[in-house]
């Protein structure tokens, strides 16, 4: 259930409201936005009459949400958020671009990385440390020795750091290093995982699971925000379909209909989405064109020896002409981008 306070409705009134809802047995969330305040009341209560609330001075308006995704939706927030990972905005009018190698290999590797994405004007490196894998002979990263060496190669160039977390216990040494937590595809719906995420406080990338709905999608975000952390970026990252040519189906259709739903911001992985490098740039293009937040795009110095993700990662001059290319599809579309660095 939703409680809109009235513009100028004061703390007094807005404590008092609060307290009523308590007493109900409600757990409550507050939101204020620029003109007002929006209380977020989440319990199971179907007996209940919204009256006892819209009596109450100070309300404005009161309505059950719908959607089983309470703090995710538009009705809970109405303005689209802006999800900061630090100085850098997500779900503004400037699209963000996260790029760097599927994993972390080396210091040439991801420091080189770093200063080519850095200079076509990306904000986040990206690169994983603890690699989920289907083959578990595969190559599983380098775990705290490759956080260190993503700090490092970020900080010398100006970047922040996105890396994906696995598991509750990786927390603490992920905190120490990344400015921005990511869950995998095969963790979207791991409960316990979203939880430890939320409660880090740090912004927090959730992918869309191989096989799952915009519903359930928005459902684990959900866990995330209930934990009080409201940087929550959605990456539409493709799902598992019957079409063999791809590796993923990339689901752009998923930008609006989250733009409609939704709050929270959204960004589109092309790399994970298609699998093929010389697919990745146009399906780029394509998500800025839906209405994208910003790319997750894979980058590596030599793919043809990455030890994950060669065939879907772009080489250095391949990512600055997509860079040049987003930015003309970025103006059509009302939006800017960060300039190189030249």
């Not at 009596?55 to 959607?67: F, M, P, Q, T, Y």
């Not at 490098?277 to 994208?292: F, H």
């Not at 997509?322 to 300039?339: E, W, Y």
Request: charged share 20%; with cysteine.
């Amino acid at each position: 259930m939703v409680v809109v306070m009235q513009v100028g409705a004061n703390e007094s009134q807005i404590e008092s409201v609060i307290a009523a809802l308590n007493d109900h047995g409600f757990d409550v969330h507050r939101s204020s936005g620029s003109e007002r305040t929006v209380l977020g009341a989440v319990g199971v209560h179907p007996e209940f009459d919204p009256r006892h609330i819209e009596l109450l001075d100070g309300v404005s308006d009161v309505h059950r949400v719908s959607e089983p995704y309470k703090f995710a939706s538009r009705a809970w927030k109405s303005e689209p958020t802006e999800a900061k990972v630090g100085d850098v905005i997500i779900g503004g009018n400037e699209l963000v671009v996260m790029a760097g190698p599927c994993s972390v290999e080396s210091e040439e590797q991801i420091h080189s990385s770093a200063a080519a994405v850095a200079k076509a004007g990306a904000t986040i490196l990206r690169g994983g440390s603890f690699k989920p894998r289907s083959s578990p002979y595969a190559f599983q990263g380098l775990g705290e020795n490759g956080l260190i060496m993503m700090r490092e190669a970020a900080d010398a160039h100006g970047l922040k750091v996105v890396t994906e977390m696995m598991e509750p216990a990786q927390a603490d040494v992920i905190g120490q290093y990344a400015d921005m937590i990511q869950i995998g595809a095969r963790n979207m719906q791991n409960y316990p995982l979203l939880r430890v995420a939320g409660q880090t406080g740090l912004p927090v990338l959730l992918k869309r699971g191989l096989s799952a709905t915009i519903k359930e999608w928005l459902m684990s975000a959900e866990y995330i925000l209930a934990e009080n952390n409201p940087n929550v970026v959605l990456c539409e990252r493709g799902i598992r379909t019957f079409e063999p040519y791809t590796r993923n189906t990339l689901d752009l259709s998923a930008v609006p209909v989250i733009k409609s739903r939704s709050h929270l911001p959204i960004i589109v992985d092309p790399s994970h989405g298609t699998g093929l490098r010389n697919k990745v740039m146009p399906m780029a293009r394509a998500g800025v064109a839906a209405g994208a937040d910003g790319l997750m795009i894979e980058v590596h110095p030599d793919p043809d020896v990455a030890l994950s993700d060669g065939p879907q990662s772009l080489f250095f001059d391949q990512f600055d002409e997509l860079m040049s290319q987003v930015r003309d599809i970025a103006k059509a579309v009302g939006r800017t981008m960060p300039s190189r660095t030249d």
